[in-house]
């Protein structure tokens, strides 16, 4: 079993920034956490920024240049520096596998940030 413990949220103003951080633990092997996702109130889960299938970084149009992705593979860590801020931001953000099309591992209780106008 895998558990992820996202941290870093907060409440910020338009235009602040955020930084958050992942770390995962578990008794198996080769644990693989390479991605951020997040659910703004109301709809579903979405990618934020995560690893693909071929190893290549995959970053959701709406965070482009604004939102950089780094991972600690050793530590089993990542993280997601956040700049530029905007209300639309504002959601529950997670961390969990990259886009590899594997079973993700059990979903952690989330980061809430909150981005005021």
């Known amino acids: 079993q895998v558990q992820l413990v996202e941290s870093g949220g907060g409440l910020v103003q338009a235009g602040g920034s955020l930084k958050l951080s992942c770390t995962a633990s578990?008794?198996?092997?080769?644990?693989?956490?390479a991605g951020w996702y997040r659910r703004i109130p109301g709809k579903q889960r979405e990618v934020v920024a995560a690893?693909?299938?071929?190893?290549?970084?995959y970053y959701a149009e709406s965070v482009k240049g604004r939102f950089t992705f780094s991972r600690d593979s050793a530590k089993n860590t990542v993280t997601l520096q956040m700049n530029s801020l905007k209300p639309e931001d504002t959601a529950v953000y997670y961390c969990?596998?990259?886009?590899?099309?594997?079973?993700?591992?059990?979903w952690g209780q989330g980061t809430q940030v909150t981005v005021s106008p």
């Open positions: 969990n596998k990259g886009l590899d099309g594997t079973t993700w591992y059990p």
């Open positions: 578990g008794s198996i092997s080769n644990i693989n956490v």
């Open positions: 690893v693909g299938r071929t190893g290549s970084l």
